[in-house]
């Protein structure tokens, strides 16, 4: 059993529900509305254990997950939440060993999520404009010890990116359809490119530009995400909900001839809803021969 | 740039959007509504290129995703949809080095996405008491080459885990509350609990559950997911979308002592609404010295 | 072009979007963040002009809707929202003439629509305990000009309704399942049922309810109602909307002997989904002869 | 207790879900899974009975619902559900003694809808350019029995209405920012406008419109209708729902002068998150003299 140590961020939960995260430092304290918990109580103690205020009010110790990380540094970011991370992470295939950039790097609440998933052997490359967001941006990986696997990058990346042959790029731009070439140019064949917009407009006008663009197998969609009050008898949604946050949009790089531009988008164009259709069909694996997908007649 | 071996699976999606996945063999041929394409033709292929059939109907040779490989392992398990997956795995803290219990593997989606997250160096133990499910899971772990971070087990969970101090612990099976002893006692000090059910009665009887056996910080939730028709003109949701899959329910292990049992499953029912608000009005962080969050304060 | 008279109910909508809901009286001042606007210069104005406040600030003069009329009674009761109410109203086929139950009155809201939608031939028998409920409700339907539409009974509905034969019954009390045989014997032969609860357990109790009393066609669902920022070139949903009021419950009263209470019950168990089912695909209608849905076929 | 009685609309719900539409005609025979039924056996029984096919299989008798109603209907048009039409009726104020334009007809459903909530004195004045599509929706009113309240017309709706000064005006075309002017002049002061398009592309360009047209207090929203299983022990979603029909849009027509076009607009654009916001927090109504709303602050 793991225990707390000096330098660790720790959780504490008190009994009525506030959360309160400290990263524990030999001496220090932390003020709470029920009471000062003293760092030096926590350090040494088993995580899951309940530790006492000086008033003696319980409060739980607990590691935080990257989803409580996250979720710590938000308010500084207005538009990656925890709810998309985790769908965007999957679809851009974001694993251990994957070199990936993004851009721009706000807060640095995606370069947090994106150097969790690609420790220790892959690499984030994260460019920003704005100097201040960057600095903040590396305290808030320093504090979470991920700063070794981002590389945090001050440019306009309409100058483009340093990197090619990267697996996933993902751009939380304003206008990320001015940047495409650039980011052709940095993905490997076949990479995954993924987005984040806020509205309609902006959606419309990135799946054109990934059109012109010649990459494949657009895909947009949004999550919403539900809570619900935890109470055996009384099971029910929370009054409230976050509405939106954004809008995603997924493409695979090609290599495909520009000359064939123009009809490669129509057929894009056709091909999405059917290709949506046929997985949620379980239509998508037609394989014969070796195929991936001939255990599923045994079982279905 | 890297380019399509023997072995390797390959996405082959057609001009008209119809998705084929396959694993390469030398001299294998995959047949699709728009010609053959042999395999030998793709090997040696740069992913990203177009292929053409012999029909000359053109595929974009394309690298799968994690996502595009839990959907194709789909149609087997009846319940845990990508959608999910991504957010179940930032709430659980599953990274590169977890080591994870899930329960019952079913057809080896969740082991799948499991393995993929937490290599090289961490590792699943997924437990399942039919033997025809196990050995599906075996197979479909085996083709997507994650079998060397997976133990499956047949067993029954009613008699214990055989690890101690897992990271995390996730249950797929009719009815988790019946094993949270054990997973208590599989779980490290303050781990991490998940659960996927379909009803809201199955909910209610989890959650008192796990009340019960004083696991704290107890949230439930649900994801919507929602595809858009990728047609930037004509920009619109798709028709028809999943309903539902099931609900998550998340929670972490505690060492409090039993004798303060009722208590406290008082305090997380009190708590759990109000810790909510916390997370969502971003009052989450009070912490006053050598505090993480010393920085909002300068941006916001 | 009708105008605004005294005692007409006028919606003022200032430049910068406040809303204030005003009584029209002679000789009346309303006061507002942009100077006082005076009920004299309001009144015999052509409804859609501007009015000027005394700082010469520009609102927009209106008739509210029913709907405006219900937002602003919202805050007395918790549950009802008008995005139920539309639905409520359509599957209970509440319309002109249709004689009307409900329980409990709350602060009128319901009322107010249901009297709207019956007037001016059919009548609303509303139930309610608390006196200080119905004195608010009455006052509301006086305000809004229906309350000639409307009985106001003060009654615990456990000792049963006077009406029989109504068309419809609506129950919004905390324990709606204990006054299904009160509400078998007021409504008509085949009359609608409707219920809203806010809890999952409760909607289970309900429809265990219902299927014990012999009701039939029984239907549980909910509406979310999303709103966007109307923004033609930043068109996006709003940051936050309303996650949870209540499960809306839908059930036929039936005539079906008692001794096939049980038999009925487990019929109409099993018939609900594939019922719902029917009605989506479009395969509802099967008549042959003087059917309704012929032309289907001639334009399908 | 009212019976059934010849040229009634029945609608037979078999034991195992079934649903049958049907007009009564002494005589008249119905095909079913279950064997025939006789119209005879069914005329003159009460609605809510129990009825036998020849199979002596039950089939429930009941009225139906004017929800029932535009469910039988709906095959025909593709986009107006009764999930938005209940919100609708709501929101653009339509109830006994309406008078209201729409335009397309298509199959009739919203007249349907709209005649039933307006009668007896109101009155429906519905365009189509389609004489297949004007003819379908006569049988259907005819059928339905609110032929009476419904004036169809066959025209091009770039010509104007014929009517002036109606209550409310839907458009249900591809392109209603064509008609916008048309519409002001048929609306009476202040009047409402509602519109339901299926893109995004087109809520843009009708939002624009209704700002250059001096439409005000424009709403966008959209509503998503979740359906349970109706189970009392295993109570869940739909496992799969409808994702889109359409977007709605609101707005009011006004009399502000031309002049002030450009500024009015700017102010509609500025002024709707705050208004919407205004009402999500029940802060509307600000009366001070002869208040509404001066119960509120005695109950909440």
Do not use: C
């Not at 070439?181 to 993924?194: I, K, P, V």
């Not at 379980?282 to 394989?287: F, H, L, Q, T, V």
């Amino acid at each position: 059993m793991s225990v707390a140590k000096e330098g660790d961020i720790a959780l504490l939960i008190s009994k009525d529900g506030k959360r309160f995260m400290v990263r524990l430092q030999a001496g220090g304290t932390q003020h709470t509305h029920r009471g000062m918990v003293s760092h030096d109580e926590i350090i040494g103690q088993p995580w899951g254990r309940e530790i006492m205020s000086h008033r003696e009010y319980p409060f739980l110790l607990l590691q935080p997950s990257i989803h409580d990380l996250l979720m710590n540094v938000k308010r500084l970011s207005q538009i990656v939440y925890p709810k998309e991370i985790g769908y965007l992470l999957l679809k851009m295939n974001i694993g251990p060993g994957a070199r990936v950039i993004e851009a721009g790097t706000g807060s640095g609440a995606m370069a947090i999520a994106l150097a969790h998933a690609v420790r220790p052997t892959g690499r984030v490359y994260s460019y920003e404009q704005r100097e201040d967001m960057l600095r903040a941006a590396a305290r808030n990986l320093e504090r979470v010890g991920l700063s070794a696997y981002v590389e945090l990058k001050q440019r306009d990346i309409g100058e483009g990116f340093d990197e090619r042959d990267v697996d996933a790029l993902f751009l939380d731009v304003r206008e990320p359809w001015l940047y495409l070439e650039q980011a052709r140019e940095a993905l490997t064949g076949g990479g995954f490119f993924g987005a984040l917009v806020p509205t309609t407009n902006q959606v419309s006008d990135l799946v054109a530009g990934l059109e012109l663009h010649r990459f494949a197998d657009i895909e947009v969609a949004e999550i919403l995400l539900r809570g619900y009050k935890a109470v055996a008898q009384r099971l029910r949604p929370e009054d409230r909900m976050v509405g939106h946050t954004g809008y995603m949009i997924f493409a695979r790089q090609t290599n495909r001839p520009p000359e064939n531009g123009e009809a490669a988008s129509e057929a894009t164009q056709d091909a999405t809803p059917e290709a949506a259709e046929g997985i949620e069909n379980g239509e998508m694996a037609d394989s014969t021969i070796a195929g991936l997908t001939d255990d599923l007649d045994e079982e279905v």
